[in-house]
């Protein structure tokens, strides 16, 4: 792999096709049995409303584009109940397998990637937890593609913040000029991608996300083979 041109993701709505909700009120009824079993009483209402709160306490306040860690969140709610804050990673993996309506692949993802891997690098740079994406990746089978990944809960910050994609090009290392990044989100993706330095481009799906950006992307494609293809034409020019 080494000295080939790196090609980084995002991992959800770009990879990965994911629909969650973490305020749907059995989820939290879930969530306040499990504390009652333990011997802490609460009911779903208190408890949405102490976790989200803490999430934002949790936010650093000197960043433009604040990121938490949410087993951080957990830690600090389960201490707060007198219950064994080791307990925080599995809290996480749990609300986010309450949480998921569907987990899937699009249907483009593997081929995309196989044909990628042949002539790239390929590696991510997500806006997510890293205790929930890698498993993730893992189960749907796409986890050992990528390298570097780069996880926004390891920072203290999140797309569109340039430094994400840095930390990628300096673990390999590449040329900024020489690197793809592909996204579904105008702001986050195009936009950030584009302040690092790197080339963009957005994979325009129905649900693609267009938060207001002054960037344009460099490519416009409807799923991730149409990339592939770009691509490896390009480098066999």
């Known amino acids: 792999m080494s000295g080939r041109p790196l090609v980084l993701f995002d991992v959800y709505g770009t990879l990965v096709d994911v ?21 802490v009483a609460c009911t779903a209402e208190t408890l949405h409303k102490h976790y989200f709160a803490a999430m934002q306490a949790n936010l650093p306040a000197h960043e433009r584009y604040p990121e938490w ?41 593997k081929q995309a990637l196989e044909l990628l891997r042949q002539h790239y ?21 796409i986890g050992e593609y990528f390298a570097p990944m780069i996880i926004s809960s390891d920072y203290a910050y999140r797309k569109p ?20 990044y592909i996204g579904d989100n105008l702001l986050r993706d195009v936009q950030g991608a584009q302040l690092a330095g790197l080339h963009a481009a957005w994979v325009k799906r ?22 592939a293809r770009h691509l490896i034409e390009q480098h066999s020019t």
């Open 19 to 39: 629909h969650t909700d973490e305020h749907q009120p059995a989820l939290w009824q879930h969530l306040a049995q499990w504390l009652r079993y333990r011997g």
């Open 69 to 109: 860690q949410t087993e951080r969140v957990w830690a600090s709610l389960l201490a707060e109940f007198g219950l064994d804050s080791a307990e925080a990673v599995s809290m996480t993996q749990l609300l986010r397998v309450l949480s998921i309506k569907h987990l899937r692949l699009f249907p483009e993802t």
């Open 121 to 141: 690098q390929l590696g991510i740079v997500s806006d997510a937890q890293r205790v929930i994406v890698l498993a993730e990746l893992a189960e749907l089978g």
């Open 161 to 180: 913040d340039p430094r994400l994609f840095a930390h990628a090009l300096a673990q390999v290392p590449a040329s900024a000029t020489k690197t793809w």
């Open 206 to 227: 129905p649900q693609a996300t267009t938060e207001a950006s002054q960037h344009t992307p460099d490519l416009i494609v409807p799923d991730l083979l149409s990339f």
